[in-house]
């Protein structure tokens, strides 16, 4: 079946510096989905990415889907305090979605 | 829009025991999840539902039971609680799923089976 991986599983950073999570399935995707859960919180939708190769920026976040739609990453740049959370993607094709198992950001002020 | 509300928040159950969690959504979603988290990992997709009176099996669904009576609500039935369903368990709702649309999580239900 789908499995999408995610790594790293945890990463702390200063406050500043720069962060990348990476998503990657075993088949090709339909489209890949981005959240945010802060500790204790629920996922927040963050953005959706559908075509190959597809670039989209929020601010200090880029999502980029790769060109084989099987991988995806997050990059946050000058990270803050306001950062800290689990980051998922989370994968379709067809009726099924699978999540990663998240990468955990903690950020040093 | 009150969005996806979810109750309990949280339950401490007996092995054994069983339980409705409760999950409801007002912003007329055709398509309803009910997903699990375990410490430290992703969501796990036990149901889903594609509109009332339509419900299908995800990754995880042994050990529950749904119902979609109406487009609101999507309750999860746990009959025979175990230990290895402590968790939390998250509703979501979306509007369509073809189009990939973004879903809405609710908070959140914490269970401990002991």
């Known amino acids: 079946g789908q499995q999408v991986m995610q790594i790293p599983q945890y990463q702390h950073v200063q406050e500043g510096e720069d962060f990348t999570t990476y998503c990657n399935s075993s088949t090709t995707l339909s489209n890949i989905q981005w959240y945010k859960q802060r500790p204790g919180g629920h996922p927040v939708f963050l953005i959706q990415l559908v075509k190959s190769g597809e670039v989209k920026k929020q601010k200090r976040l880029t999502f980029q889907f790769g060109e084989a739609k099987k991988n995806s990453s997050l990059h946050i740049t000058a990270t803050q305090t306001t950062d800290v959370g689990t980051y998922f993607c989370?994968?379709?094709?067809?009726?099924?979605?699978?999540f990663g198992a998240g990468t955990r950001l903690t950020v040093k002020p | 829009n009150a969005g996806v509300t979810q109750t309990p928040k949280f339950r401490i159950l007996k092995i054994g025991q069983s339980m409705t969690l409760q999950c409801t959504q007002d912003m007329n979603h055709n398509y309803m999840y009910w997903y699990r988290q375990d410490p430290g990992m992703g969501l796990k997709l036990i149901y889903y539902s594609v509109g009332a009176g339509i419900t299908d099996k995800g990754e995880v669904p042994n050990g529950y039971n749904v119902s979609r009576s109406t487009t609101e609500d999507f309750p999860l039935r746990l009959e025979l609680a175990a230990p290895s369903q402590t968790s939390v368990y998250f509703c979501a709702s979306s509007y369509d799923i073809n189009s990939g649309e973004t879903q809405y999580f609710g908070p959140g239900t914490r269970l401990l089976v002991l």
């Open positions: 989370a994968g379709r094709r067809n009726n099924d979605m699978r």
